[in-house]
Antibody, heavy 120, light 106 residues
């Protein structure tokens, strides 16, 4: 059974970079699509982006190139960096495994989520 | 990107049928998925590829996708089905989610 666990600082200052890590157990990140998804308090879900180990990555254009998702195969982890954060970036951040290629993907395994607050 | 349109709330009596819709200009062009999210928990997929149920999801959950609208139907709704439901589809290589629907079982 695949398990995902997010980690990172729960508090980030405005204009700084948010950095999170997703540790994957029970499966290798060299298969499937690996994603970051966030949920602002009381709101719906927002997809941030994904990567596939072949090297392809894909991001939500609404983030205006602020997001980067990177794998670390030696630790079976992948990370998210989101630059120039504002209060609008405060959310619960989930990592999730995507089953199937773009256009057909469904997210069948999720981490528990990590709450990130943006405040000075 | 944009959010798919879902009703903010749906109410149903136990044993009745709940229907939740998800609309967007390209919903019918790609597979849709539906996720159940209970308070404080991560989403769980209940329908994928428009109509398929993952193992362990009760048969009372079903889905369809036609034109610009995907639909989640819960037949014989139970109290345990009370949760938020999110639809997910695609547009131009971007994942789209709906705003979520709060299902209340009265």
């Amino acid at each position: 059974q695949v398990q995902l666990q997010e980690s990172g600082p729960g508090l980030v200052k405005p204009a700084e970079t948010l950095s999170l890590t997703c540790n994957v157990s029970g499966g290798s990140i060299t298969s499937y699509y690996w994603n970051w998804i966030r949920q602002s308090p009381g709101k719906g879900l927002e997809w941030i982006g994904s990567f596939y180990y072949s090297g392809s990555s894909n991001y939500n254009p609404s983030l205006k190139s602020r997001a980067t998702i990177s794998p670390d195969t030696s630790k079976n982890q992948f990370s998210l960096e989101l630059t120039s954060v504002t209060a609008a970036d405060a959310a619960v951040y989930f990592c999730a495994r995507g089953l199937g290629p773009p256009g057909r993907t469904t997210f069948n395994f999720w981490g528990p989520g990590i709450l990130v607050t943006v405040s000075s | 990107s944009y959010a798919l349109a879902q009703p903010p709330s749906v109410s149903v009596s136990p044993g009745q049928t709940a229907t939740i819709t998800c609309s967007g200009p390209t919903v019918g062009d790609h597979y849709a998925s539906w996720y159940q999210q209970r308070p404080g928990q991560s989403p769980v997929v209940v329908i994928f590829h428009d109509t398929r149920r993952p193992s362990g999801i009760p048969e009372r959950f079903s889905g369809s996708n036609s034109g610009n609208t995907a639909t989640l139907t819960i037949t014989g709704t139970q109290a345990m089905d009370e949760a938020d439901y999110h639809c997910q589809a695609w547009d131009a290589n971007t994942v789209l989610f709906g705003g979520g629907t709060r299902l209340t079982v009265l």
